[in-house]
Structures are given as C-alpha cells and as structure tokens.
Nanobody, 124 residues
Framework: QEEPVESGGGMVQPGGSLTLSCVAS????????MGWFRQAPEKGSEFVAG????????MYGDSVKGRFTISRDNAKNTVYLQMNNLKPEDTAIYYC?????????????????WGQGTQVTVSS
C-alpha cells in the first residue's frame, strides 16, 4: 500500500474537538512532507496544515491557525491533525497528502499521493 489512509472523522458540535490520523507506508512516509487539505461542497481544495520531514517545520492555513495542530509519529508512520474549537465552516472532507520531494508546499499539485478522505461535520 502506497497511498495514505485517513481516519478519525465524524460529527461534532461547534467548539468541540477531533483528531484525524493518517497512516502511510514506511517507504513513502520517510522524507515526505505530510499535508492536510480539505474540500467543502462547491468549494475548491484548501490547504489546512503541513509538516516538513527535513526540518520538522509546521505550516497552517490562515483559517485554522491557532486551532489546529499537525504532528507526526515516525515510529508509527502516522501524521495527526488535532482540531480544536471547531466551527461550522470547518465542515469538509479532509484529505491527507504526501510530497515525496519534501518541498513544504501549500499547493495541492505538489503532493503526489492522496488518501480517500474523511468527512468532518461541525453542526449543532
């Protein structure tokens, strides 16, 4: 298996929290930038967060900065997205993506492997 696999989506009330997980094979996980993107109905892909391999640098989209945290567990080949203080506008399908060139990009077309996505719904 080369493509990452996401889990952890669901429905939560505004102000609540969720943690998404993304597991990838060791060969592709190593030395890859890991990114999270999301897509809401009738909207384009939006960069959410990214984590470079070579410098352990994190990046966040403006709409989630201060609320979301990306992290990785190299022993488990897993990257996490901790989402706090969720808002209705966070409702979307969340995708995990990998850039084997470790460019630390916010552009979807720089990522060469994508998961199937996991739905996050924030509603009262």
């Amino acid at each position: 298996q080369e493509e990452p696999v996401e889990s952890g989506g669901g429905m939560v009330q505004p102000g609540g929290s969720l943690t998404l997980s993304c597991v990838a094979s060791g060969r592709t996980f190593t030395r890859s930038t890991m990114g999270w993107f999301r897509q809401a109905p009738e909207k384009g892909s939006e960069f959410v967060a990214g984590l470079l391999w070579r410098r352990d640098i994190t990046m966040y989209g403006d709409s989630v900065k201060g609320r979301f945290t990306i992290s990785r567990d190299n022993a488990k080949n897993t990257v996490y997205l901790q989402m706090n203080n969720l808002k209705p506008e966070d409702t979307a399908i969340y995708y995990c993506a990998m850039d084997g060139a470790d460019r630390g990009s916010r552009l979807p077309n720089h990522y060469d492997r994508w998961g199937q996505g996991t739905q996050v719904t924030v509603s009262s």
